[in-house]
């Protein structure tokens, strides 16, 4: 039971470059949620998705897209990264509505140079 | 939208002292969970208050949730160095959590 897993754990980008964090949770759970932390901002929130099939914006959706692949699986997507994109990211899931626990995954670390 | 102001942004302590992180929301909130993130680590639930009024227990540390459910903390009594790392509230007002900046603790052997 490994929980909610995310690659990379680092990755360095140029301005201008895609790529795709990939998280993937094997608890069942309902709800995925997309973090950046940034030093002293706590924990934003890009996107999430409800159940499988649905995304929905957060607080800090702009230049990020999502996908919703199955129950399992939730991936964040940077079309093209910016400096300002530099950040920690955390996916992180939870069964069902408010009442329950998020649980994390490790993080990747992005640099966009 | 729902905002989650946490203080302080950090705090020094010497091992053995007191330590308090405090949460206020600028709305009602249906519940509240507070996390623990050690340096270089994830967040790690800790704790959810969902009454009125309630005060719980883990060992060293109390959580309290105000009576109007729009505050909370966190108390740990003689801090120890294991106890290093920040610490989050999270305030559920609608299905979208918020989370407070954070307050990092340092403790000083």
């Known amino acids: 039971n490994a929980g909610v897993t995310q690659t990379p754990k680092f990755q360095v980008l140029k301005t201008g470059q895609s790529m795709t964090l990939q998280c993937a949770q094997d608890?069942?759970?309902?709800?995925m949620y997309w973090y950046r932390q940034d030093p002293g901002m706590g924990l934003r929130l890009i996107y999430y998705?409800?159940?499988?099939?649905?995304?929905d914006k957060g607080e800090v959706p702009n230049g990020y897209n999502v996908s919703r692949l199955n129950k399992r699986e939730f991936s964040l997507r940077l079309e093209s990264a910016a400096p300002s994109q530099t950040s920690v990211y955390f996916c992180?899931?939870?069964?069902?509505?408010?009442?329950?626990?998020?649980?994390f995954g490790p993080g990747t670390r992005l640099t966009v140079l | 939208g729902q905002q989650v102001m946490q203080i302080p942004q950090y705090q020094h302590v010497q091992e053995g002292e007191d330590f308090t992180t405090y949460c206020n929301s600028s709305?009602?909130?249906?519940?509240i969970q507070w996390y623990k993130q050690r340096p270089g680590g994830h967040p790690v639930f800790l704790i959810q208050?969902?009454?009125?009024?309630e005060v719980k227990k883990q060992k060293r540390l109390t959580f309290q949730f105000g009576e109007a459910k729009k505050n909370s903390s966190l108390h740990i009594t003689a801090t120890q160095t294991t106890d290093v790392g920040t610490y989050f509230c999270?305030?559920?007002?609608?299905?979208?959590?918020?989370f407070g900046r954070g307050t990092s603790l340092i403790v000083h052997p």
């Open positions: 992180a899931s939870r069964a069902g509505d408010s009442y329950n626990e998020q649980f």
């Open positions: 608890m069942n759970h309902n709800s």
């Open positions: 998705s409800a159940s499988e099939g649905t995304t």
């Open positions: 709305t009602t909130l249906s519940n």
């Open positions: 208050l969902v009454k009125s009024g």
């Open positions: 999270a305030g559920q007002g609608s299905y979208i959590p918020t």
